[in-house]
């Protein structure tokens, strides 16, 4: 049990948690940031060549340099996971975590997403024996051997290009004509020898013995829907960790991010959003725009509290 009140808690600490500490400490808030783990999905983007100032950095070598700055500020976080918030009478906020709890006069919610499924037969059976969500963490395990990736974003085509380094074949599988990834990602793919794309087509079911093996395909790809392949890369999104904040009663939208206005403030007073888990920036879902969702968000949060 902690009887220390602090200006603002902030729970996330990926880049627009990490941002948001940042100028916390600046406008001098006392705060405390919630992270079990720094940086979230930034650990996994193997090349990153749109950080203003970086012409090439991993995901997780600039976390580092996010995670070194906020804590040269003088941050402190938490690798207690938040388990439930509630607002005591006095407009306070209670932070409950399995073993202590916490106060503050301020929130900035910023846990960013997590990876959706496609929920066909197989997926959970051999996720960890050939289904993967994270490149990054499993690439090498496919060297010189066959995989498929399933998706048409920018995810899904950095994934591809990442696992050249590594299998000898790539299907990038995407259910539609024309892919929504970037144009400089599909130049770089139509460059790459290793990678096939087979558009218009849904992966129906993941078969296997002890692994991974096949595929099956909704549509005959060189007259087979059977696509052999020793594992699978599955990059359709991510959905918001919205849990905590549904509890508390702030809105999200039809696809359960959280609605924000330009201050980053929700419908609840004393809340904050920012990053990937909101409506803002126009659902751009960059580094980027989620630092800079954090930055609003701790400016409005510094104005609530310190200029009224």
């Known amino acids: 049990m902690e009887n220390k009140l602090y200006d603002l808690v902030i729970i996330g600490a990926g880049p627009a948690g990490l941002s948001a500490s940042i100028y916390a400490s600046r406008y001098k808030l006392e705060h405390l940031i919630f992270g079990v783990e720094q940086g979230g999905q930034m650990n996994e983007i193997y090349d990153l060549e749109n950080w203003p100032g970086e012409k090439k950095i991993s995901g997780h070598d600039l976390i580092g340099k996010f995670v070194e ?12 996971s938040v388990v439930g918030i509630s607002k005591l009478e006095d ?94 990602w599909l130049e770089k793919i139509a460059q790459n020898s290793k990678i096939e794309i087979i558009k218009n087509t849904g992966v129906l079911e993941i078969k296997g013995a002890q692994k991974v093996e096949k595929v099956i ?27 905590l904040a549904q509890k508390m009663g702030v809105e999200t939208d039809e696809q359960n991010y959280i609605k924000v206005k330009e201050d980053m403030s929700t419908n609840v007073a004393g809340i904050f959003a920012a990053g990937d888990i909101t409506t803002g920036s126009n659902k751009f879902r960059q580094i980027l725009t989620a630092s800079s969702e954090g930055a609003i968000a701790s400016n409005s949060a510094y104005k609530m509290l310190k200029l009224k």
């Open 217 to 243: 395909l909704d549509k005959a790809h060189n007259d087979q829907n059977n696509l052999e392949v020793d594992g699978v890369f599955i990059e359709v999104g991510t959905e918001p960790g919205v849990e």
């Open 69 to 80: 700055h906020a804590e040269s500020f003088g941050a402190k976080i938490n690798r207690e």
């Open 91 to 184: 407009g306070i906020f209670r932070i409950n975590c399995a073993k202590n709890v916490y106060k503050t006069r301020a929130i900035i919610l910023a846990m960013g997403a997590h990876y959706r499924k496609i929920n066909i037969p197989g997926e959970k059976e051999f996720t960890g024996k050939g289904v993967s969500y994270c490149a990054t963490c499993d690439a090498m395990f496919f060297r010189e051997k066959t995989v498929c990736v399933v998706g048409g974003g920018n995810s899904a085509a950095v994934v591809a290009l990442e696992l050249a380094d590594f299998a000898k074949k790539i299907y990038l599988i995407s259910k539609e004509e024309k892919m929504s990834a970037e144009p400089a």
